[in-house]
Each structure stands twice: as C-alpha cells, then as structure tokens.
DNA sequence: AGATAATAATTGACTAGTAAGTTAATTCCC
DNA sequence: GGGAATTAACTTACTAGTCAATTATTATCT
C-alpha cells in the first residue's frame, strides 16, 4: 500500500512497493528536479543559452562590477573547476563574457560579464521568474516553505 | 527575513531576499537533488558503473527474464534513445548486457543483463539500499511522506 | 636565497545529455 | 501490390560533468 498506489510506482510501472520512504523520496526527488530542469531548458531555449550559462551571467552579474576569479564562480555553482573553464571559454566566444589575468595575483583570471551578456539576461529576466513561479503553481505559499525547510534540513544533514 | 537568513542565503552568500517562495523552493531542489546524485555516485564508484548505467542495470534486472528493447528502457529513464544506445554499447563493453535484433519485428535490439551484470548489481544491492535511507535520515519517516505528497503533487501539476 | 609546498587555472580523456538528421523495418491505406 | 507514413535504433555534433595530470604563479620554510 505504500509504493504501489504513489504515483511514482505509477509512472516507472513497478508493481512492487518501495522498500522504504527514504528510498520513495530520493526517487521522488530526483524525477521531480529532472522535470523542472526540462521546464527550464524550454524557458532558455531560444535565446541560445543553457540553463548552466545562465546560472554562470546570472552569478557575474550579481558580482558586478568587480567581476569574480574563475573559481570562485565554481564554488558558487558546485561544480568542479574544469566544468567552468570550459563554459568560460564558450561564454567568452559568445563575447557575453570577458576574462583577464588578475594583476596582483597572476594565477587568477578575472571574469565579468559584457554588456552584451547584461542585455541578454534582460530579456530573460521576466520570462524566468515567470517559469519560476509558474512551476510550484500547484503547491499553496505554505507548502512551498515546508518544502524549502526539508529540503535545507536535508543538506543540513550532509554538512 | 525571508531568504537572507535562509540555509541557501547563507550556502550562495546570496544578501538579498528571494523575490518568491517558489523561486527559493526551486533553487533548494536543484541544489538538494545535485548533493544527493553525488552521495550515491561515492556510493557506486569503486565498481566502476556510474549512477545511470547502474539504472539502466536496475531496469534490465527487473525485466528479466524476458529483457527490454532500448526504447522501452530510454522510456523508463525519461531519456533519448540517443544516450540509452550509447550506454549500452559501453555496457555491452563491459559484459553486462547483451543484444541482439528481434526475431518477429527487426526493428527492435532486445536488450537483456547478463549474468556479469546480475553479480555486479548483488554487489551493490545492500551499499545502495544502505544510502538510499542515509541520505534522508535527518528527517523522520513522517517528513519523508510529506516530502514525497509534495513531489507527487508537483509532477502531477505537470502533466 | 633556494628548494618545497600550495594555489589557480588549464588540458586531456571519458561519461552523459540534447537536438537534428539517417537508415532499416514495419504498418497503413488506397 | 505499392507508395506514404510510422517506428526503432542509430549517428553526428554540441554542451556539460567527472577525474587525473599539468603549468604557472605565489607562499612557506629553513
């Protein structure tokens, strides 16, 4: 009676329950974050730009105008520095990024967003928040904040 | 008061408020989600499969005897067949799965785990379960139901 | 000062996800 | 029966994530 009838052991076809919540939950929650991850590639999409790269002008905007070192916009992202490079290098090719060796510390490269890159998230910014909002419509504001207090207890958790 | 003192808030070093509920919501998910996927891939490497192809192994193992063409498995996974055929190529590699074109409709690659593969996965049964209740053990069964209903609730709004 | 360690960023090799287009086999329909 | 549409699987090209190893620069430590 647990698994069987959820709605998840509906969509996947398993006829056999969940051998625990735990389990049901960390399916739940990865099936739920690839559909709002799909949701959001279709908001993007478009204008040319991946969700991640868009995380990655959305945070070197916010850093503006100082700009930020290559990794600490990984920290930001939780990704490994390779990853970034790689993106830096695709968003500098777009020219909606800029990078420079830092002057004081030449081990760092300094990244700022263009403003061909600020014009971009302009025009993003309104259809986002739109989808942002749009996503959870289902859920009432009360049950958004529940979830948002399980989900920071769950990396709480992994600290 | 809302975001700034939130977990994320602090995690992003972000100092201004979420401009909604569901944006905050949102973001916990991606991030939750991201820190959960590298919990079980520590858990599975060392075997050498990685968190997708030991899905992929999960379906097959649950379809035996009779096994899965490669769109039925893409279909479970909410992939493209173009990634479900390149992974069982690199399964096929490593003796855990095997092919071979339906006899009645030759369109289809029946795909079925070998025995290799059904070793493999006996392995990794008890590790896998083990994580699967770690990794939510900070909040009580209860929670992890609420958790679920409000997942549940928002791939259904989905639809 | 000079060897050593630490740090920032990069490159290479591999796994994986996407979209677009292709091939081969089957089904539909007149 | 024969052409059109559909289906299953695949290939190609691109974005992106991982780990391991490397380079250049800076800091540390006698």
Same mark, same amino acid.
């Given at each position: *009676? +647990?698994?069987?009838?959820?709605? &998840?052991? /509906?969509?996947?076809?398993?006829?056999?329950?969940?051998?625990?919540?735990?389990? $049901?939950?960390?399916?739940?929650?990865?099936?739920?974050?690839?559909?709002?991850?799909?949701?959001?590639?279709?908001?993007?999409?478009?204008?040319?730009?991946?969700?991640?790269?868009?995380?990655?002008?959305?945070?070197?905007?916010?850093?503006?105008?100082?700009?930020?070192?290559?990794?600490?916009?990984?920290?930001? *992202? +939780?990704?490994?520095?390779?990853? &970034?490079? /790689?993106?830096?290098?695709?968003?500098?090719?777009?020219?909606?990024?800029?990078? $420079?060796?830092?002057?004081?510390?030449?081990?760092?490269?300094?990244?700022?967003?263009?403003?061909?890159?600020?014009?971009?998230?302009?025009?993003?910014?309104?259809?986002?928040?739109?989808?942002?909002?749009?996503?959870?419509?289902?859920?009432?504001?009360?049950?958004?904040?529940?979830?948002?207090?399980?989900?920071?207890?769950?990396?709480?958790?992994?600290?």
């Amino acid at each position: *009676m +647990l698994g069987a009838d959820s709605a &998840i052991g /509906r969509e996947i076809r398993q006829t056999k329950p969940f051998r625990s919540k735990s389990q $049901e939950a960390t399916l739940g929650l990865f099936r739920t974050t690839d559909l709002l991850r799909r949701c959001f590639a279709e908001t993007l999409q478009g204008s040319g730009v991946t969700a991640q790269q868009y995380n990655v002008l959305r945070i070197l905007r916010g850093a503006e105008p100082e700009g930020l070192p290559t990794l600490a916009i990984a920290e930001r *992202m +939780l990704e490994r520095a390779p990853g &970034i490079t /790689r993106m830096l290098d695709r968003l500098e090719a777009k020219d909606w990024v800029m990078r $420079e060796r830092g002057q004081e510390d030449r081990r760092c490269v300094h990244c700022r967003i263009t403003d061909t890159g600020l014009a971009l998230l302009a025009e993003l910014d309104e259809p986002v928040a739109a989808a942002e909002d749009q996503v959870l419509a289902m859920l009432t504001e009360g049950e958004q904040e529940t979830l948002v207090i399980l989900l920071d207890r769950i990396r709480a958790g992994h600290a």
